[in-house]
């Protein structure tokens, strides 16, 4: 039985540090990357889309708006 834990433990072991490895990995490749290189896919989908500039910026306000008040709350219930 100690062995079966053991065994397990080692497992999950690997697993995380694979997971870790790949996360790093990911890192690097954009830490090597411009900023205009790692937007190049963003870019090509909002203009194939056909999304205006407005719309866009609509976007993104609306995904700051969420985010502060996801964030304002976490820290007003931990407050409490």
């Given at each position: 039985m100690n062995q079966k834990i053991k065994r397990r433990?080692?497992?999950k072991q690997r697993k995380i540090v694979k997971?870790?490895?790949?996360?790093?990995?990911?890192?690097n490749s954009l830490?090597?990357?411009?900023?205009a290189e790692i937007l190049r896919p963003i870019r090509k989908d909002v203009?194939?889309?056909?999304i205006?500039?407005?719309e866009l910026d609509e976007i993104i306000d609306r995904?700051?708006?969420?985010?502060f008040i996801t964030r304002?709350?976490?820290?007003?219930?931990?407050r409490s």
């Open positions: 433990v080692v497992q997971s870790i490895d790949r996360r790093k990995a990911r890192r830490a090597d990357n411009s900023f203009r194939k889309k056909g205006t500039e407005r995904a700051r708006h969420r985010k304002f709350s976490k820290k007003r219930n931990a």
